[in-house]
Every structure is written in C-alpha cells, then in structure tokens.
C-alpha cells in the first residue's frame, strides 16, 4: 500500500537501451498495467523497480524514499518490492504453505496469514501439496499468495498469466484482480495483451523503445490515444485523412471525413490536414438509408463468434473495418449499405 | 581460476619441459621409424576401433530404439553394460582365457567391445528424441524408408553419432591398460615403457607431446564438423514416440546378433572372472591383500573426488548462472585437458612433482591432484547440471521477499543443488577408482590399489590372483554406468510417456 513513483529511469546493456528515460507513477493502492510489445523495456523497468538491475539515470521512489538513484541502490532484499514472475517460481523444494511463508517471519508464519492469503486466492486447504501435484493455473494462485503474504509495499506482476489458456486466464486473472483488492496493494503488471491490460488495471502504461508513450485511464488510453502507433497498439483503429474546415475550438468539432461528418474532441490548432482515428465498433452500417447518407461496398464478413467484422469499401477507394455483433445478419458482398459514424474520435496533425 | 590452473598445469608442464629438450634431442627422438610406426599403429587402432564403434552402436540402437525388438529394455541395458568394463580388465579376461591373445587386432576387438556404448548411449538416446513428424514429412514427400532413414533421420541424430565417435577415438588414444595387456605397441604403451623401464624421462616426454598433438588435431576436427552441423532443427511442442519398425522374419536374427555382441563383450569377461575367482579363492592371504587394496582404492578416491569437487563448485555454479564468452572459455579449457590422457597427465605431474613441488611428491596429494586434472569436466557437468534445478529466477523471487543473499543460498539455492552435486561426487569418486595409468604413476610408493594390484598381477600372468580385484572393480564401475543409461531416457517405459 505505497506510492511508487518512477522519474526518467534509464538502463542500457552495452549498446542496447533497454530503458531511455521511462517516467511512472502508480498511485496508492492501485494496479498498473504497463503495455508494450516485446523487447520495449517492461521486463527491465519491472526488474529495476525490483532492484535486480542498477540504474544508469534517473530514480525510484516509494512513498517518498528513494530506493534507486544517483548514489542510491538499496539492495532487493530491503525494498518491500516482491517480483511474480511469468512462470511463477514456485521453490520446488518447498510445500504450498513454506512457499507462502518464505516471506514471513518465524512469528507470522504460525499466524494465520499463510492461510489468509491462501483463501484470497482460492486456494484455502492447499497448504500441504507441493508445487509439482499443481495445475499451472494453482501454481500461479500460489505465486500470488506468496507475493501477497509479507504485505509488500509493491507487488510487481511480470505476465503472469500468459502461459495459461485462455479460460483460465480469465478467471484468474479476474480473482488476481479481487486478491490485489482485497489486501489494498499497489501493483505494477507488465503485459503485451491489450485486452488484459485494458480490463484488470486502473491505470495503463504504453511503452515503447523504452519509453512510456502515454499513461492514464484505460478509457482514456483507449478512446483518445497520445498518437497512431499506441491507437493501434491498443486496439483496432481505422485512420481517415480529414480536412480542418471547422474552426479550431474546444470539443464537438465536426470534420468532414470519407466516412461522413465525424466529431472529434480536439482539434489541434493550426493545420489544415489532419488523421482521424476511428474504433471499428463506432462505424454503424444500415442497409436503407441513413442520415446523412454515406454509403459503401461490401468486400467481405468475418464472424469470430462474439462480434463479426465487416470489411468495406469507401467511396474514395479506401478500404476500412467495421465491428457488428456476432448476431447481425451478414450482408452479401457487392452489396451497398449506408454507413455512420457513432460517438466522438481522436484527431491528430497530419505526419 | 585455480580450477583452470589446476586443468592446464598438466599441458603447460608438459610444453615446457618438452621444449626444454630441446630441438636437436626432440627431433632425434621423432625422426625415428619406431615413432612413424607408432604413429601408425595408434591411428589405425583408433580408426578402426571408431569404425568398429560406429557399426555396432548405431545398428543396436537402431535395434533397440526404433523396432518391435522383444526385450528392448534389456538389450538396452546389455548395450550400455560394457562401459562397466574398465577396458584392461576386459583385456585381462580375453588374455586369460585365450593364450596368445595378442597384438593390434586383440587390442582392436577388445576396445571395440568395450567403447561401443559410447555410441550406443547418444545414437539411442537421439533417436528416441527426434521428432518423428520430419520423418513422416519426408515419407509423405515420396522417399523411402531406406532414403529416409539416410536422409533425414541419420542427418538428424549426426551430433549424437560425431560426439559418440569423438569419444571413442579419444578414449582409443588414451588407453593404456588394454594395449599393455595385449602387448600392442602404441604410444601409451611406448610411453610408459619408456619411462618406467629406461627412466627416459625426456623421451616420454616427447612422445607424450605428440600424442597430445594427435588428440587435439582429432577434437579440433570435431570442432569444425559441429560449426558445420549447427542447423539441426529442435522444433518445440508436443513430441511422439517414433514409430517402431516391423521387424518380422528379421526378428530372430536381430535377437542372436545382439546376443552374440552382449556374449562377446560381456560374457567372455563374466564367465572367465567366475573361473578365475574359483580358482584364486583357495590362494592364502588373498583376501587380506584385496582389503588393504580396498582401502587404499577408498581413501585414495575420496581424496581425489574431495579436491575435484571443491574445484568443480565454482567453475560448474559459475557456468550455470552467469553464462558468457569467459565461462564458455572456461569450460573449453577444463574439457581440453579431459581429452589428455591419463597417463599423460599422470607423467607430467611426476615431473612436476619431482623438479617443481618435492613435497607433494609421491603424496596422496599429488595424485588427488592429478584425478582432478583428469576429472575435472566431468565434476563441472554434474555441478551446472545441479545448478540448472535452481534457476537464477528463483534466487530472485526470494530476494525479493526480503531475503538477503546468504539467506537465499542456505534456504534455496543448496537444498535444490545439493542432490545432483552429490551424485556427481559420488561418479567422480568411482571414476577414480578404476582410474589405471596415472595412479600408476602418481601414488605413494607401497600404495596398491585395486587397479593397480590387478594390473601387478596381470603383468606376471597370475590371472587367479587377478580376479577378485577385477571382479570388485565391475561392480564398483557399474554403478556410474547405470546412471548414465538411465539419465537417456532409454529406459523409460512407453506407458509412462
């Protein structure tokens, strides 16, 4: 239950940057997503924060002391900062509760806190197996716990759930989530799975080349991105070239787009040429039409289950993607709908 | 760096005193007849030991691994037995069971009966790990099985087949007691005689150089052919069982001919141990000389091991957690001097003994010395492998519960280790009991041990008083063995895949 705070930490391995100045704060009691694609940083910035990498710049601050720093590098073992890694590490030596206990001390160890935290995982009686009579999802529950135990003032997540399918991630993923709750810690998960990121954490993170490039609200990140490459690092997105013929203001600017009138928040001052980035589930299509008539030409329909993808044709040659639930009728391709921009985008300098 | 210290004194020494000879005196002792036909002679035992080697250990893997053979896992065992077989004491069983059991060809036979699970062991274990889906592949694409198993599979299991034959020539070049036995001329052989029967120290010395020179010139070519073999696929995911052959008609010769190869190579030593036992049981006092040979063995072993393993620990746990171009170097040079032989090294530590450190001289010390010389590669491997159960990850995690470094090596890091570094003591401990020509060389003056005994006696034909020691040496040596067959994974039942 700590603030941790990061200010332009950098690491380099040789002549690899691994970290270039990342900048991070992670509120009290929350958890942090930190998204980016492999080889971005994140393992690095997660094992600086641990204390197994020293800094080349910058510091770390947790509830206002540093721990890392010019001159400063208190060691892992006094930070109160504990690592889950991605395939969990349980000691295999040791049995479900040793494993918890470890990092107890001898008069915690016989309380009832092995047990407690235990069942904050769901795995209350377990105590007594070793790692190796688990399932890869216990043992993960059982890293968790044993992070959980000595009440760290961060708990740093390192994908921990990306070697398990994709039913069990889920669910794990989602009482994790309601463990982390429960005992108010602060956390920091390091992730390359957007939707993982943008459903569990409070706050996201997006990194890249060693850099966060955006962090706040995952609806923020999500609906108005910092720029194209975390708009599609995020999510699906549709970019459009638009003419600036509105008046530079601040929200509910129309502009005039191949998909119709569309309405951004923010229009940056001064340019004439701007990108448009839409959602594919924002693009609504009709077979009659609609007002204000924009239509387009059936290319192709996908259906994935849940939702369907419907590829289109624009007007101006374009070709674009739209998200329609799963129970929408598929429309035969060459046939013509009316199309529709719904709800506000995000608009950027053209370049 | 002591470790490699240790490693390289033997090399070194051996250079420098060589050189020290110098030119005049080392070419008279090279450009000789003698030395061209010992050249000869050892390089032809060698290729044809290695040729042998190759025949019988991939054709009873083969057999064993990729057929409906009956009884696969007992040939398996049967296959990987004669490594148990120290070669001199198989030598001695031939020798006293044929009379005029002698000269290249005996040595040839001997060694080819014994060295053949060196290719065994890898070419079976291979086998039994290449994944099947390349094979289908290439039989789908329309090859035949003959092409197939050409092709594809003989390509995939290449650096098991090229590591097993490395082994096997170096081993070759490196045996003494064997060709002693069978009074075959090669450049143990010369070497020691050299030097235990004409004191010529310097002409041992010269002669050691050259054969040191042959067996880098065979590791340097393997070296090359694996920088060529890098592009062997080991494709992830889930791995069948290959299919095995149908063996039919062939079914029951297959079972003779390994029979026959298991008579051969084992039966011929049993049978002629148990004749030699019963007839040394009625020889007074045996029993007592077994016993202090025993216990110099014990003592002598327990010595080496100790010295081994402490010099082992750093270098295998160093290997294992901080990987990098200095410890691979490491490594390289610790396996140089395992591919010395031991009576080479045994030679240039008495010369280092007797002109450097008197005092270690004809002491347990130098001996325990020159086993760790000997042994060293083969302690490290156990000991990075035992690092291996306890990833640095590990240490991570608990250093991140607060646990200091000191803490975390007593809590974590050794229970996990502990098991694997005790198993490779107790094989390094065992190798140095059957260890011949360098405990020949190095040990106290009065100091027998039960090679050295056997060898004593085998020398001056007294076969029956040969046998007991011969007898206890198989059994200790089995051990190690059965490890090793068992670490393949041939053993494996089906059922438990």
Known sequence: ?351 | MVTVAVALVPVVYLGVRTAEAGWARIAEELLTVRVAWLALRTLGLAALVTAGCLVLGVGSAFLVVRTDLPARRAFAILAALPLAVPTYIAAFAWRSTLDGFEGFWAAALVLTLCSYPYVFLPVAAALNGTDPAQEEVARSLGRSAWRTFTGVTLRQIRPALTGGALLVALYVLSDFGAVSIVRTDTFTRAIFVAFDLGFDRTGALVLSSVLVMLTMLILAGETASRRRGARYAHLGGVRRVPARLNLARMRWPAVLMLVALAGLSLGVTAVSLTHRMIQGASRPGAWAEVAAAMGNSLSLSLAGAALTMLLALPLGLLSAKAPGPSTTLLDRLAYLSHALPGLVIGLSLVSFGVTLAYPLYQTTWLLALGYAALFLPLAVTAVAGAAAQAPSILDDVARSMGKGPLVVLRTVTLPLTLPGIGAGAALVFLTCMKELPATLLLRPTGTDTLATELWTHTTVAAYAAAAPYAALLVVLSSVPTWLLTARTGILTRESSK
């Open chain 1, 1 to 351: 239950m700590s603030r941790l705070e990061l200010r332009g930490i950098a690491k380099r391995y040789g002549s690899v940057v691994a970290l270039a100045g990342a900048d991070l704060i992670v509120p009290s009691g929350t958890l942090l997503a930190v998204l980016g694609p492999s080889g971005c940083g994140k393992t690095t910035l997660l094992r600086c924060v641990a204390g197994f990498e020293r800094l080349d710049a910058g510091e770390i601050v947790v509830d206002g002391r540093t721990v890392a720093g010019p001159g400063v590098h208190t060691p892992p073992e006094r930070r109160h900062i504990v690592i889950v890694p991605q395939e969990g590490a349980l000691f295999p030596h040791l049995s479900v509760r040793d494993n918890v206990g470890y990092g107890l001390s001898r008069e915690e160890r016989r309380s009832d806190r092995v047990e407690e935290v235990l069942t904050l995982v769901g795995l209350s009686g377990y105590g007594k197996r070793m790692p190796h009579h688990l399932s890869g999802g216990q043992q993960q529950r059982v890293a968790v716990a044993r992070a959980l135990a000595p009440r760290p003032s961060v708990i740093l997540l390192d994908e921990p759930f990306s070697a398990l399918d994709a039913g069990l991630r889920t669910e794990l993923r989602r009482d994790v989530r309601a463990a982390l709750r429960a005992d108010e810690a602060t956390g920091i998960l390091v992730t390359h799975d957007q939707s993982e990121a943008l459903s569990v954490a409070d706050q996201v993170a997006v990194m890249r080349d060693g850099r966060v490039l955006q962090s706040g609200p995952a609806v923020d990140v999500y609906r108005e991105p910092a720029d194209s490459w975390v708009a599609a690092f995020v999510g699906e997105a549709v970019f459009l070239p638009a003419e600036n013929g509105a008046r530079p203001g601040t929200g509910g600017t129309t502009l005039s787009t191949a998909l119709g009138p569309i309405t951004v928040g923010e229009v940056p001052a001064g340019t004439s040429r701007l990108t448009v980035m839409v959602r594919p589930e924002q693009i609504r299509i009709a077979p009659a039409p609609v007002d204000p008539v924009v239509t387009a030409t059936v290319v192709g329909h996908d259906f994935h289950g849940h939702d369907a993808t419907v590829t289109l044709h624009l007007i101006d040659g374009s070709r674009i993607t739209a998200r329609v639930p799963g129970h929408t009728v598929p429309v035969a391709a060459g046939a013509t709908v009316s199309v529709k921009v719904e709800g506000t985008c995000q608009a950027w300098r053209d370049g």
